[in-house]
């Protein structure tokens, strides 16, 4: 991470959205936790009394069915917050979070988030900014899973994964995503057969390199070049 970037935060994240007064009002409400690898944060069908700020690292959400058959749907990472729908609506938690190598958040209790809120419109007016974020979000995959084909929808996945991890994650010029191709194919909405076959074109045309648990991209320009339009009305 470069200097100062410890200060800084991904801008379409809820931290980035605030204003400094209101962030550091925020951050300082929580008690910083940390996780491993494949350790969960979150419990699909829980009680919601808590929420976390994720400050360093990635982590996957994850809805599994009444068959037992999980679903990658999003990953957040640094300035994003998990847990906050069954903060807002009381209900059960809607999926798992499940951190993708090491993680680092705060942690900060449902009654004292409630409280900040309502002590700055500001705040309210982000959360509700943020989650219509995430509904747009949604609604765009739904769309292009309908009108853009597998490679364009991996591309916007990549491409996507590669700008917000860039700078924390980069190597002469290269971004490593620790992602598995069968994650990247349901955060894509594609078999993850057709995943396999979409990255052994890129690795030959060596726009990505591919290890263990990491696809590495080469050439951010050509995922750009190729990716579906990501603005929808």
């Known amino acids: 991470m470069s200097p100062g970037a410890r200060d800084q935060w991904p801008p379409g994240t809820f931290v980035g959205r605030?204003?400094?007064?209101?962030?550091?009002?925020?951050?300082?409400?929580?008690?910083?936790?940390?996780?491993?690898?494949?350790?969960?944060?979150?419990?699909?069908?829980?009680?919601?009394?808590?929420?976390?700020?994720?400050?360093s690292g990635l982590v996957k959400v994850i809805v599994a069915a009444s068959t037992g058959a999980e679903t990658t749907l999003v990953l957040r990472s640094r300035g994003d917050l998990m847990g906050e729908f069954a903060l807002l609506d009381e209900l059960p938690r809607t999926a798992t979070a499940r951190a993708v190598g090491d993680v680092a958040a705060l942690r900060i209790g449902g009654a004292a988030f409630m409280a900040i809120a309502g002590e700055s419109p500001a705040i309210q007016a982000t959360v509700t900014r943020y989650l219509l974020a995430k509904m747009r979000a949604a609604t765009?995959?739904?769309?292009?899973?309908?009108?853009?084909?597998?490679?364009?929808?991996?591309?916007?996945?990549?491409?996507?994964?590669?700008?917000?991890?860039?700078?924390?994650?980069?190597?002469?010029?290269?971004?490593?995503?620790?992602?598995?191709?069968?994650?990247?194919?349901?955060?894509?909405?594609?078999?993850?057969?057709?995943?396999?076959?979409?990255?052994?074109?890129?690795?030959?045309?060596?726009?990505?390199?591919?290890r263990y648990r990491e696809i590495v991209i080469n050439d951010m320009a050509y995922l750009d070049s190729i990716r579906f339009p990501a603005e929808f009305s």
């Open 140 to 210: 765009e995959r739904r769309v292009a899973e309908r009108l853009w084909d597998a490679k364009e929808r991996l591309a916007q996945v990549l491409y996507e994964l590669a700008r917000v991890l860039g700078e924390a994650n980069a190597v002469n010029g290269t971004v490593a995503i620790p992602i598995t191709q069968g994650d990247l194919g349901d955060l894509a909405g594609v078999a993850v057969s057709t995943a396999e076959r979409v990255l052994a074109e890129l690795r030959r045309q060596k726009v990505i390199s591919t």
């Open 18 to 55: 605030l204003a400094p007064d209101d962030r550091a009002t925020l951050l300082s409400a929580g008690t910083p936790v940390r996780f491993t690898d494949d350790q969960i944060l979150l419990v699909q069908g829980d009680a919601g009394d808590f929420l976390y700020v994720l400050t």
